[in-house]
């Protein structure tokens, strides 16, 4: 039982570059989330799914697109990445919305 | 609107107990949350408390629950080298479908001396 894992933990692109962020987990909850986590602060929510198949806007969901085509999946693309992007993504999972558990990070910097 | 207010820093000595408070806003928070992070790793879910519990205690941690203040505390017991780590206080509303979306504070960078 792996929980929350997050592929790649590191990246590096270039401004107008595109990526796209990997969240697994094998705990087949229903609800997942993208966060970001800049220096000094709590993290902000992006985007989230209640279930396969939906997504929703979170707190910061600008310049952000998000796919949830399985139910253990939960993707987060950057069509054109900008320097304001650069931070740590963390995803989490949670089965009935009360505990949320998060991965180990994806650390993405934006030259 | 949400937000969520921590100190940013606390150290304390070995074998001491550590007291880290928050402050947050919205009322209609139904649970609160305690985070760890430790250095290059994920969010770690220490505990949580219902909006309608004053206490809750968990071996070393106990939370305390003021919601007329809407004062969140965590005390960690005998405190130990290995919880040094930044913590982070957090609130949930229900957004669309039960999930709930989750503000946090700033973090709490807890130090531990020996």
């Known amino acids: 039982n792996a929980g929350v894992t997050q592929t790649p933990k590191f990246r590096v692109l270039k401004t107008g570059q595109s990526m796209t962020l990997l969240c697994a987990q094998d705990?087949?909850?229903?609800?997942m989330y993208w966060y970001r986590q800049d220096p000094g602060m709590g993290l902000r929510l992006i985007h989230y799914?209640?279930?396969?198949?939906?997504?929703a806007k979170g707190e910061v969901p600008d310049g952000y697109n998000v796919s949830r085509l399985k139910k253990q999946n939960f993707l987060l693309g950057l069509e054109s990445a900008a320097p304001s992007q650069t931070s740590v993504y963390f995803c989490?999972?949670?089965?009935?919305?009360?505990?949320?558990?998060f991965g180990p990070g994806t650390r993405l910097t934006v030259t | 609107g949400e937000d969520v207010e921590q100190s940013l820093f606390l150290s304390v000595r070995e074998g001491d107990s550590s007291v880290i408070n928050c402050t947050y806003t919205?009322?209609?928070?139904?649970?609160l949350y305690w985070y760890k992070q430790e250095p290059g790793a994920g969010l770690q879910l220490l505990t949580y408390?219902?909006?309608?519990?004053d206490m809750k205690q968990d071996q070393r941690l106990t939370v305390l629950l003021n919601k007329k203040d809407k004062h969140l505390s965590l005390r960690i017991a005998d405190t130990q080298t290995g919880d040094s780590a930044i913590y982070f206080c957090?609130?949930?509303?229900?957004?669309?479908?039960?999930?709930?979306?989750?503000?946090f504070g700033s973090g709490t960078q807890l130090t531990v001396l020996p």
């Open positions: 919205d009322s209609s928070s139904t649970y």
């Open positions: 705990m087949n909850h229903e609800y």
């Open positions: 957090a609130e949930s509303i229900i957004s669309s479908g039960s999930a709930r979306q989750l503000t």
């Open positions: 408390i219902f909006s309608n519990m």
């Open positions: 799914s209640v279930g396969e198949g939906t997504t």
């Open positions: 989490a999972s949670s089965s009935q919305g009360v505990e949320q558990y």
